[in-house]
C-alpha cells in the first residue's frame, strides 16, 4: 500500500479520483487549498514528508479561460509557480508526479489528431501559462505529463451541465459547430491516472514524459450538445453557429483532437467511446 496526494481534489477530476479510489489498495491524501496551498513549496514539503508520500497527482490548475486574459497573476501562480513548487518537492523527496495538462498548449490550426510530439503555440494566458508548467517540468525523469480536452464530470461547473440548463429553458440554443474536439469523461482520465500510479509502483517498465487522453471519437461542440439533448430527451432544437456568434476574450483552439496511441501502448490502458461514457456521467446528473 502507498501514499498518494491528490491536489485539486475540489475540482472535476479531482473529486472523481476520490469517488474511484476505493477501488485502488492505496492510502489517499486528497487536498484543495484549504488543506495544502501548492503556491507554498515549504508546506508542500512538509506536507510530503509528514504523511510519507509516494506519489502526486496534481489536479489543481488556474482553468478560468477567459478570466486569465486579464489575470495573468493568478493564471501564472497556480499553472506555473504552483507547479514548479510541487516539481522542486518531488525531486528533493525522489518521488514521481503525475501532472495533467490541457489541448490549449497548440494553436488549433492542425487537420490530423496532435501527436505528443508536436509543436506547441498556446493562444491564450491560459494555454501558455500551462505550457511554461510543462517546460518546468521537463528535466523530471519521474514526471508524467497528461494532456486532456473537453473535461467533464458529473461534478462542477461544466458543459454538459450548462447544455442541460439552458436546453430546458429554452426551445432552441445555438452551439458551435466549427471548433471539433474529443470530450472527456473525468472518471475514465481519473481511472487512467490511478492505473498508471498502480504500474509505477509495481515497477514495471515505465515511459515518463508527455501523453495525450481524451475519449475515443471526435465531434464538435454542436454534435457534443445535440448528443446531451437527445439523451436527456429534452424537446429543444440545437442550431449550428459559427464561432463569431459568440466571440470570446480567450481564443478557443478549433481543432483539439488528441493522438492517444502513446497513452493506450505504454500502459496498456483502454480508452471509452465519448458518447458512451456521455452516458454514464448523465445518469449521475
Sequence with gaps: MKNILITGTKGQLGNEIKQISNNFKHSFFFTDVEELDITKEKKIGEFVKANKIDLIINCAAYTAVDKA????????????????????????????????????????????????????????????????????????KKCIIIRTSWLYSSFGNNFVKTIIKIAEENEQILVVDDQIGSPTYAHDLGKACLEIADQLFQQKKIYFGIYHYSNEGVCSWFDFAKTIVEIKKIQTKVIPVDSSAFPRPAPRPHYSVLNKSKIKTNFNIEIPYWKDSLITCMSKI
Design 69 to 140: 486574459e486579464k489575470d495573468f497573476d493568478g493564471a501564472h501562480l497556480i499553472n506555473v509557480i504552483g507547479v514548479k513548487n510541487l516539481n522542486k518537492v518531488c525531486i528533493n523527496n525522489d518521488i514521481p508526479l503525475i501532472h495533467i495538462s490541457t489541448d490549449y498548449v497548440f494553436d488549433g490550426r492542425n487537420f490530423i489528431p496532435y501527436k505528443e510530439t508536436d509543436q506547441t503555440n498556446p493562444q491564450s494566458i491560459y494555454g501558455t501559462t500551462k505550457l511554461k508548467g510543462e517546460e518546468i517540468l521537463a528535466d523530471n
